[in-house]
């Protein structure tokens, strides 16, 4: 008989519950998912399985403009923004947050954020259902490329997008 070490026991052991660990979870269920929910564009759904309502808007950027300027969006729906830079320079569009302040956790930018001379851009946003007034920026030319977007307050104000951008 072949006396083991304990600790080299304990190790293959450690090492056994680890890896049927990683298999269990690389695995996913039955039903094919990893058990991982699948993640969701922003205003997919509500939450509650039902697709949140969008309105679309083309924006231009220019050298040193945003065409337009200001936009108005229902609350709670998700504001698909199209953006196309229409100028020579690098361009990109950040909504402030709720706090109408830039450059924090709250902001809602462009995807890319960087947007060159001739490319496109989407910004996703579900607009606020208590509504207000939320100022955009290009944060490249922050002093010339600016607007703002008013919120219209919806009457069912438990709806999306409560929380701002």
Request: glycine share 12%; aromatic share 4%; with cysteine.
């Amino acid at each position: 008989m072949k006396i083991v070490p304990r600790t080299t026991t304990i190790a293959a052991l450690s090492l056994a519950v680890a890896t049927a660990l990683v298999l269990t979870m690389a695995c996913g269920d039955d039903n094919g998912s990893s058990g991982t929910p699948e993640p969701t564009l922003p205003g997919d759904t509500n939450g509650g399985g039902e697709t949140i309502e969008t309105e679309s808007f083309d924006v231009a950027m220019d050298d040193n403009f945003f065409d337009p300027a200001e936009i108005t969006v229902t609350g709670g729906v998700l504001a698909k923004i199209n953006l196309v830079n229409a100028g020579k320079a690098i361009h990109n569009m950040r909504i402030a947050g709720e706090d109408n302040a830039y450059l924090n956790e709250d902001d809602a930018v462009a995807e890319p954020p960087l947007v060159n001379e001739g490319e496109t851009s989407v910004l996703e946003w579900i607009a606020p259902a208590a509504g207000g007034t939320f100022n955009f920026r290009c944060d490249f030319h922050p002093d010339a490329m600016v607007g703002k977007i008013t919120v219209s307050q919806t009457e069912d104000t438990s709806g999306g997008g409560e929380e701002g951008p």
